[in-house]
């Protein structure tokens, strides 16, 4: 694949070049600095000039690096590595032509910075090939100030294919590790990628994990309701036409009290059909949540919730605020038990921080074509630090034991799918907030 298609690998190798660019300008000039032991070995009556070359060419690279901090200089560090490169080469063919010629020693200089160039720094092909043609011919020039070197089989024939060896064998280095730096490159966004996909995988696996939890759950209920709907529904009915029949008796109709009591046993029973019924709803959801399911009146919904969950909330004062239509579009049975979970992590919170007047208010109000849903509760409200998570999968405050962290994920997505979002808000050791929206019947 081409570097075309990793946008990032540009930018990963500007700084890596840029970094090993200043490393090896340092190293350049303590090697430069430590040739003045050459000077004095091989030309001492040049020491002193030599020198104070030396001494130059290293400020002049230090100013390059200091250029190289800028953000002038990062933008133009591939130029400004090839001038400072040059420098000792335009240094060291002087010496050359200021002493011996071809047969100089200092020829040895021009080889050892091509192939620093090509190993120490992560240069191009293009760029080594250029410095090593610019070097050749700083040489040739250096030669051509003594006559004598251009002799057949002489020196100057020897390092001149010495030198374009070294050229040769520089620019296919560089050639090759350049594209091993690209390949590493490659292999880590790769599996970069794959960690990536792997999480979001991972992500996957604990939805569908909760979701099929939530539906043995609920296939669970929906069987054992159908049971008792069977069950049930005969021996209430019979209760409620023995007490229809009772009511008529002149007996019960002569006794207030006994009238009453018949009356109460009466919407008992209506209220044992009313809950069998709801536990069935909730628990025959569809296979796949969405908007295009049924019509049906939230405020219908509210109710069995709250008839679902009466247990959970006996104490707590349930008021709610909703305009007279309500009818709305979705899974009737997944919206049950949205509110459901909504209203029994609203009175678990309530009774864990012993809230003396617990209450839950309900309001709905149309925004457009959605109806805006809002569960508050005057409980100790949700810390900062989880606001953010209550809707991952398996993310609970609770003990362990008191549940799996479900509950809201699964909420968040029955939501989504019905084109809307679940938002939580919270004031800590105030109150929370939980907003959904559902799509207007049409």
């Known amino acids: ?3 075309e298609h990793y946008s990032g690998y540009e930018d990963e190798i500007r700084e890596y070049r840029l970094s090993f660019n200043r490393a090896f300008a340092y190293t350049a000039i303590v090697l430069i600095l430590l040739g003045m032991g050459l000077d004095y070995g091989l030309y001492p009556h040049f020491q002193y000039l030599f020198g104070a070359a030396r001494i130059v060419v290293s400020l002049l690279i230090y100013c390059i690096i200091i250029i190289l901090r800028t953000k002038w200089g990062q933008d133009r560090a591939e130029m400004l590595a090839f001038v400072w490169l040059l420098l000792p080469q335009i240094m060291i063919t002087w010496m050359i032509a200021a002493t011996e010629g071809a047969t100089s020693m200092y020829s040895i200089g021009l080889y050892l910075a091509i192939f620093g160039a090509s190993l120490g720094l992560p240069t191009t092909f293009r760029f080594n090939l250029v410095l090593g043609f610019v070097t050749f011919l700083l040489y040739l020039a250096a030669c051509s100030i003594h006559p004598e070197s251009f002799v057949l089989h002489g020196a100057f024939v020897v390092n001149s294919l010495i030198l374009l060896f070294v050229i040769v064998i520089s620019a296919v280095s ?12 490659r292999l880590k966004t790769e599996v970069a990628e794959k960690n990536r996909q792997l999480e979001e995988t991972n992500k996957n696996l604990a939805d569908i994990k909760g979701q099929m939890l ?4 609920m296939a669970a209920i929906g069987t054992l309701a159908a049971g008792m709907l069977h069950e049930v529904n005969n021996p209430v009915n019979y209760c409620l036409m023995a007490m229809d029949i009772a009511l008529e008796d ?8 006994l009238n009453e009591c018949l009356v109460d046993a009466k919407q008992g029973m209506q209220r044992v059909q009313h809950i069998v019924s ?8 569809s296979s796949e949540t969405s908007s295009d399911g049924t019509v049906f009146l939230l405020e219908k919904v509210v109710d069995s919730a709250i008839r679902l969950v009466g247990h959970e909330i006996k104490g707590i004062t349930i008021t709610r605020d909703m305009p007279a239509d309500t009818l709305v579009r979705g899974d009737e049975a997944a919206i049950i038990g949205v509110l459901v979970n909504l209203f029994g992590n609203a009175a678990l919170a309530m009774r864990a921080a012993n809230r003396s007047e617990p209450a839950i208010h309900l309001s709905a109000a149309w925004e457009g074509n959605r109806l805006r849903v809002t569960v508050q509760d005057n409980g100790p409200g949700i810390a900062p630090e989880n606001i953010a998570r209550v809707f991952e999968p398996f993310f609970t405050t609770r003990e362990i034991g008191q549940g799996l962290g479900l509950g809201l994920s699964i909420s968040y997505r029955v939501i989504e799918q019905h084109g809307g979002t679940l938002v939580a808000e919270s004031v800590v050791g105030e109150w929370t907030k939980m907003i959904f929206d559902l799509p207007r019947a049409t």
């Open 1 to 3: 694949m081409s570097k």
């Open 250 to 257: 002149p007996v019960a109709k002569s006794s207030a009290a």
């Open 278 to 285: 709801d536990l069935k709803t909730f628990a025959y959801r």
């Open 214 to 217: 939530q539906q043995e759950k």
């Open 174 to 185: 560089c050639f090759f590790n350049e594209r091993a730096r690209f390949i590493l490159f």
